[in-house]
């Protein structure tokens, strides 16, 4: 098969990497790719926003499976359009991706199905947010309704903060045409985790349990990022507690969409809180995470395109899709300065010395032979290991030996799970 990925990240480097090693893959193209995917794929320069350049490309190449790494894609439309020319795509829908395009539509699909989820009101007027806002409590949390880049979530620890978080996205158009609609929710208190399955709009298959390092310095201080690494299994995440995701969110999720007429295939991805064994969904997820995917895929078995085309086929209830007991962590190398303001174009070096990790980049280009940096977060280091402190051993061992001009990262990756460690 010739393959086509869209996206430029951590995530589809992982993703690219999986795919090589399927035994339908022949041919792997990236759109637009990165230092990493040009090692083992094809690089072709259009951007993962350009719909129209991707169908035209997909039909000429004749492209046998496109895979969508990104949300924005998604939300536009991009599985639509394929669909439309004939073209066989992993992803959801335009209509299903809302789950993770409006916050507020989410939350209505939760509500209507009975999955657990913080209090929350929708608004389009700031006036009427601002006289509910009179009657809450803080903490509470501010959200735009769209996509924002991971930017439209404002944790209120006052009123007045809330009232200016209003302000800032309703008032002052912060985040565009994303903050036209907002949602307050309730704080929630404990500790989060993802859940990643796969689906064909019926059936669900779950991925291994993870857990994202969203602060950008140790013990979650300092504002948040993209993900600063992430770990898998989330212990927090027992066996029990799997069960009753996949049977009362995920399954559940599947099945309301289904009935509203809006079919979910793909990765469904639900951001969780947890806290004594109670669950609620913080939101949804339309595709991988970045960087849980870097963690999860170094676990698994199976083929990961043999998975994709069942999800795309509806023959999902058939498939088993195996699993390492391996845990694995993943260190984030950031540039200095992200996630505010970074610099680019400085030299990795100490990139060959890595054999007994995963090496996946993310905002890297290479130019003149040599590999350079170019976004705000440039490489996730994964390792296995048999313990997870293991798996976190090998993934700082393997981050020592690179180093790049103002390179930082967390030192504290999976020290969660490690506490809590029982049986791994
Ligand atoms: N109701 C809530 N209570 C407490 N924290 C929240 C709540 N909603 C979101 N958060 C925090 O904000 C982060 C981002 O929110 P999320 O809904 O996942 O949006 P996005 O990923 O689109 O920015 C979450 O990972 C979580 O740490
Ligand atoms: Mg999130």
């Known amino acids: ?15 690219a990497w999986k795919i090589v090693q399927s035994r339908h893959c022949e041919k792997l193209f990236c759109a637009p790719g990165n230092a990493g995917t040009s090692a083992i794929a094809e690089n072709i320069q259009i951007n993962a926003e350009d719909i129209d350049a991707l169908a035209g490309f997909a039909e000429k190449q004749k492209i046998d499976l496109t895979v969508v790494g990104p949300e924005v894609p998604l939300v536009l439309g991009i599985v639509d359009r394929f669909e439309k020319c004939g073209l066989k795509i992993f992803g959801p829908s335009g209509k299903a991706a809302m789950l993770e395009g409006s916050k507020a539509f989410a939350k209505k699909i939760m509500q209507k199905y009975g999955i657990p989820t913080a209090e929350s009101r929708e608004f389009v007027s700031a006036e009427e947010a601002f006289s509910y806002l009179k ?20 944790i209120c620890s006052s009123l007045e903060e809330a009232e200016n978080a209003v302000k800032k996205i309703m008032l002052e158009n912060a985040f565009g045409e994303a903050g036209k609609k907002i949602v307050i929710e309730e704080f929630l208190e404990g500790e989060e985790a993802s859940f990643l399955a796969f689906s064909d709009g019926k059936t669900v298959k779950p991925m291994v349990s993870s857990q994202d390092h969203k602060r950008v310095f140790d013990n979650d201080e300092g504002p948040n990022t993209g993900g600063m690494g992430a ?35 793909g990765v469904l991805y639900a951001g969780l809180m947890i806290k004594n064994g109670k669950i609620k969904v913080l939101e ?7 960087p849980e995917t870097q963690a999860i895929l170094p676990r698994m078995d199976s083929d990961i395109v043999e998975i994709m085309l069942a999800c795309i086929k509806g023959t999902l209830k058939g498939k088993k899709i195996e699993w390492s007991k391996k845990p694995c962590a993943c260190v984030v190398l950031a540039s200095g300065g992200y996630p505010g303001h970074y610099e680019k174009n400085k030299e990795i070096f100490g990139l060959e010395k890595n054999c007994n990790a995963f090496v996946f980049h993310a905002g890297t280009k290479k ?13 996730g280091i994964s390792a296995l290991g048999k313990t997870i402190g293991e798996a976190i051993q090998n993934a700082y061992f393997a981050a020592e030996k690179i180093s790049f001009e103002k390179m930082h990262y967390r030192r504290d990756i999976g020290q969660k799970a490690l506490k809590k460690q029982t049986g791994y």
Do not use: W
């Open 367 to 379: 130019e003149n032979n040599k590999i350079l940096t170019n976004g705000g977060r440039v490489l």
């Open 231 to 265: 770990c898998s299994p989330a212990l927090i995440v027992t066996k029990k507690l799997e069960k009753k995701i996949l049977r009362e969110i995920m399954q559940k999720t599947i099945d309301a969409m289904k009935k509203e007429g809006a079919k979910y295939k």
């Open 284 to 290: 949804f997820n339309a595709r991988f995470g970045d």
């Open 1 to 15: 098969m010739k393959i086509l990925l869209v996206g430029s990240g951590g995530r589809e480097h992982a993703l």
């Open 135 to 154: 009657k809450q409590k803080a903490p509470i949390v501010v959200k735009a309704d769209g996509l924002a880049a991971g930017k439209g979530v404002l």
